[in-house]
């Protein structure tokens, strides 16, 4: 690690706390240890990941395309199966879970997508609701028989998203920014206790990417939810998150806050100089 700088978390704002209630000596946060992905083997494309993510503020990673953020990002919530190493969220292993104890461990992680993969076909509120699939019974989904505290929670958190007119709308009449404010209400829809997002607004032009930022960290903030978010915009990454962590070749080579990143650390992160 070439950042000397201490990792310092963004204050939140305990408002609403949306989060399912853990006790406090729990939230230890996200602990990796030693987390290897190979696949192709002998060939790891994480070689040996320590990294410990408070349970509260906006962690950016940040690195060259192929390093393997995104892959970082899939070990955590199991969309890929780590090689080797340990995964724990608040104490409690993620690595090693199958069948029913891994959908439970995945409802309480929301994810965030680059191309927001929303249900097209469905209405803005049926896709929002799609966050509370981990915990109604799947004939209820089918029946699109939701509580009615569920939603008037989607109902809430669509006018948090600045959507209170479109939730009868089509996802795909949305536009793309409107769409990623879909996707933040679905994956807070979730109450989880960890938000990943995975190149948010690479899809979305400046303004919006900033809008969507912004609505991503106050509402997160508020909720009392980390948020870990890959992105390749090292700006809006020291705007908005208070730690950022830089990987090249796999591994981590930086640590610290946003004013700690000096060109030193981006010529080691993506190498070369040319292009500062
Ligand atoms: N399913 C897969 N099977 C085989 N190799 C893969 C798979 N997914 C990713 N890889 C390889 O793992 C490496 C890391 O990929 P990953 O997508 O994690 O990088 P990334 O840092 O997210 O890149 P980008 O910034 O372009 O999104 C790359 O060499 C990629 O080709
Ligand atoms: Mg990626």
Redesign the pocket.
Known sequence: MSGAATVRPRPTVPAGAPTAPVPTGARRGLEIRGLVKE??PGQP?LRGIDLDVAPEGITAVI??????????IRCINRLVEPTRGEIRLHGEALTGLRGRALRLARRRIGMVFQEYNLVERLSVMENVLCGRLGYVPVWRAWLRRYPAEDIERAFALLDAVGLPDHATRRADALSGGQRQRVGIARALMQRPELLLAD?PTSSLDPKTAVEVLELLARLTAEAGVPVIV?I?NVELAKRFAGRIVGMAGGAIVFDGPPEALEPVHLRQIYGGEDWL
């Open positions: 696949y192709v494309v690195g060259p395309s192929g390093t393997g953020k995104s892959t970082l190149e890959n390749h």
